[in-house]
């Protein structure tokens, strides 16, 4: 996967595939602003921690590629979604941590050829599963969280 990344450089960036509304792209600017310096104390470059990191599941002993049959129609995403969501939580009831790699799905022809996956099956997302490495700097960022009002309208 990396070397299909260093011949493709498709990034982790939403932006990589079309232009984000201002308010998503300046918040995802700021929270990599907020990250630089824990990227620095790793003595690291975001875009090869990030992009590099994601194509290798950042090291993980476990990485989990979920499928789709796709006869589905795209709204069936959403059963995806709901199993790694659940997911996440009992791995995280475990002791375990977990990242999901949307960025594999750029490079789902390589991945489909190494598994042996069928052609009908698209790859959705992939996940990352290990014990977090509570040393790592970048394991003590924490994200912020923008006000509900900001993206929820309430109606009625
Ligand atoms: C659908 C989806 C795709 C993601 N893809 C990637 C990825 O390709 N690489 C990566 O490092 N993190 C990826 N993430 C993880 C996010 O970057 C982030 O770490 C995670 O959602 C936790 O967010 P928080 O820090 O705001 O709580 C993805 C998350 C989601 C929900």
Not at 18 to 24: A, F, S, V
Not at 46 to 58: A, L, M, R, V, W
Not at 102 to 109: F, N, R
């Amino acid at each position: 996967m990396i070397k299909a990344y260093r011949e493709k450089k498709i990034s982790c960036s939403p932006e990589a595939v079309k232009p984000l509304p201002k308010t998503y792209a300046k918040r995802g600017a700021k929270t990599l602003q907020l990250m630089t310096p824990f990227f620095e104390k790793m003595g690291v470059h975001s875009d090869q921690f990030i992009n590099e990191g994601s194509c290798h599941f950042y090291g993980a002993p476990v990485a989990i590629i979920l499928c789709q049959d796709d006869a589905f129609p795209k709204a069936r995403f959403v059963d995806i979604g709901l199993t790694l969501g659940y997911f996440i939580l009992t791995a995280y009831d475990f002791g375990l941590g977990t990242c999901p790699i949307g960025l594999i799905t750029a490079y789902e022809d390589e991945i489909k050829d190494l598994l042996n996956i069928p052609e009908n099956k698209n790859v959705v997302i992939g996940v990352a599963l290990g014990y977090p490495d509570s040393e790592s700097p970048i394991n003590r960022f924490k994200s912020s969280r923008d006000d509900l009002s900001r993206f929820v309208r309430w109606i009625g």
